[in-house]
Each structure stands twice: as structure tokens, then as C-alpha cells.
């Protein structure tokens, strides 16, 4: 049997989040490869920031 734990329900919970923003994108017309090369170009700016 599974425990749930706080990190647990907070993984759920984000999981939940990420499905739900998805398909927002989804619902927009964008495709995952989209959102993919967004979320890839902003965590390389980011990174880049922070050096």
C-alpha cells in the first residue's frame, strides 16, 4: 500500500497542474513540440541569466 505523503499530494498536485497547462496549449492550438521548444528555450535563458 501507498503512503501519501505531503511531497506526495505536492507531486500530484503539480502533476495536476502541468495536465491542466497542457491541455490549455492544447485547446490553443499549440502541439506539445511547441511547448516543448518554448519551455527548452525559457530554462536556457534562464540558466544563462543566472551564470
Same mark, same amino acid.
Given at each position: 500500500?501507498?503512503?501519501?505523503? @505531503?511531497? !506526495? $499530494? ?6 495536476? @497542474? ?5 491541455? $490549455? #496549449?492544447? !485547446?490553443?492550438?499549440? $502541439?506539445?513540440? !511547441? ?5 527548452? @528555450?525559457? $530554462?536556457?535563458?534562464? !540558466? #544563462?541569466?543566472?551564470?
Amino acid at each position: 500500500m501507498v503512503q501519501l505523503t @505531503e511531497k !506526495n $499530494s505536492l507531486d500530484l498536485q503539480l502533476d495536476q @497542474e502541468w495536465v491542466l497547462l497542457i491541455k $490549455s #496549449a492544447k !485547446n490553443q492550438g499549440l $502541439s506539445i513540440d !511547441n511547448v516543448r521548444k518554448f519551455l527548452t @528555450e525559457k $530554462s536556457s535563458h534562464i !540558466n #544563462a541569466n543566472q551564470n
